[in-house]
């Protein structure tokens, strides 16, 4: 006599499978609110949000944080998303490379010759980029699963 759960040959019955669109909508913008609050945060506390590039002093803008931070996880996420159509272990493998990015470009702000509250708005806004990312391409894993 055998007996059949629904439950056990549908595991995510009921569940409806995250659009790649929302995901990406949403880390994008949570990334930018998130990364202007840190900026404000840090304007707050005093630092000077200056960067010394080709020679001159570059001052770091709402503009510029919204821009990054809406412009590195769309395409992030949506590259992975698309290879992730064909292969998805892509989706692992976007998160792997948005969390090692998010890393690499963090070192960055630490590099430049600024002063130390700068530097550490800077990083936190990187490395938030990378865990919206990550977290993102999580939540489209699971929900595909």
């Keep these: 006599m055998t007996s059949s759960i629904p439950a056990a040959d549908h595991p995510a019955a009921g569940r409806r499978a995250l659009p790649a669109w929302q995901a990406v909508a949403g880390a994008a913008a949570l990334a930018a609110v998130?990364?202007?609050i840190v900026l404000f945060i840090g304007d707050a506390a005093g630092a000077s949000l200056v960067?010394?590039?080709?020679?001159k002093p570059?001052?770091?803008g709402a503009s510029d944080v919204?821009?990054?931070s809406i412009a590195a996880p769309v395409l992030g996420i949506t590259a992975a998303a698309l290879l992730a159509r064909w292969k998805p272990v892509f989706l692992r493998v976007g998160q792997l490379?948005?969390?090692g990015v998010a890393l690499l470009t963090a070192i960055g702000?630490?590099?430049q010759n600024t002063d130390g509250g700068t530097?550490?708005?800077?990083?936190t806004m990187h490395l938030f980029v990378g865990f919206v990312a990550v977290a993102a391409l999580e939540a489209i894993r699971r929900s595909r699963a």
Excluded: H, K, R, S
């Design 119 to 123: 530097a550490a708005t800077l990083v």
């Design 66 to 68: 919204i821009f990054m």
């Design 97 to 99: 490379v948005g969390g």
């Design 34 to 36: 998130v990364n202007l």
């Design 51 to 55: 960067l010394e590039l080709n020679g």
């Design 109 to 111: 702000p630490l590099t």
């Design 58 to 60: 570059d001052e770091i």
